[in-house]
T-cell receptor, first 114, second 113 residues
Framework: NAGVTQTPKFRILKIGQSMTLQCTQD?????MYWYRQDPGMGLKLIYY???????DKGEVPNGYNVSRSTTEDFPLRLELAAPSQTSVYFCASSSAGQGIYEQYFGPGTRLTVT | QQQVKQSPQSLIVQKGGISIINCAYENTAFDYFPWYQQFPGKGPALLIAIRPDVSEKKEGRFTISFNKSAKQFSLHIMDSQPGDSATYFCAASSQTGANNLFFGTGTRLTVIP
């Protein structure tokens, strides 16, 4: 199993550009998440999904959109990139079930907006 | 508002020493408290986790101590090794949610030989 994979690894965007961060998991997990990590701030939840076709906002959703058309994929869309979106983005997945909490993280995408 | 508060921000320990990282939370609905370890350039990985029905959990050199009444929990790394040098995050979640994790701000641990 590859686990959680993310592409690209690095990206530089100009202000106002848009892009999609890709996330795929091969563990048949129902739950998927997008976090951003900023220095000294820990990880903040952007959006999450409890299954295909179902998404919901996390702590910091402004400026982002998501979709979940399949169990495996959970892309994160940035529209009109702003310098405040410079961050490292992590995708994670988790199995749904009683008492199953562990989240598996991808390697991250480092995004710079200039 | 930071739902989980973590300290210290950074920690330097001699090889063989004990590393201690502390976290506190306010939301009494939290019922799962994991610690994640992150190496530079990598995603976080689960290290150890505890439920509030026990006060301590030990896995090898890593121990979580949990104080439900004080709403605090801590990670102890015994016999710290240079390979333990990483950033450690505490987190909390509630079974009533979609396993959404609320993370602390992280502790950068450096173990010097």
């Amino acid at each position: 199993n590859a686990g959680v994979t993310q592409t690209p690894k690095f990206r530089i965007l100009k202000i106002g550009q848009s892009m999609t961060l890709q996330c795929t998991q091969d563990m048949n997990h129902n739950y998927m998440y997008w976090y951003r990590q900023d220095p000294g701030m820990g990880l903040k939840l952007i959006y999450y999904s409890v299954g295909a076709g179902i998404t919901d906002k996390g702590e910091v959703p402004n400026g982002y959109n998501v979709s979940r058309s399949t169990t495996e994929d959970f892309p994160l869309r940035l529209e009109l990139a702003a310098p405040s979106q410079t961050s490292v983005y992590f995708c994670a997945s988790s199995s749904a079930g009683q008492g199953i909490y562990e989240q598996y993280f991808g390697p991250g995408t480092r995004l710079t907006v200039t | 508002q930071q739902q989980v508060k973590q300290s210290p921000q950074s920690l330097i320990v001699q090889k063989g020493g004990i590393s201690i990282i502390n976290c506190a939370y306010e939301n009494t609905a939290f019922d799962y408290f994991p610690w994640y370890q992150q190496f530079p350039g990598k995603g976080p990985a689960l290290l150890i986790a505890i439920r509030p029905d026990v006060s301590e959990k030990k896995e090898g050199r890593f121990t979580i101590s949990f104080n439900k009444s004080a709403k605090q929990f801590s990670l102890h790394i015994m016999d710290s090794q240079p390979g333990d040098s990483a950033t450690y995050f505490c987190a909390a979640s509630s079974q009533t949610g979609a396993n959404n994790l609320f993370f602390g701000t992280g502790t950068r641990l450096t173990v010097i030989p």
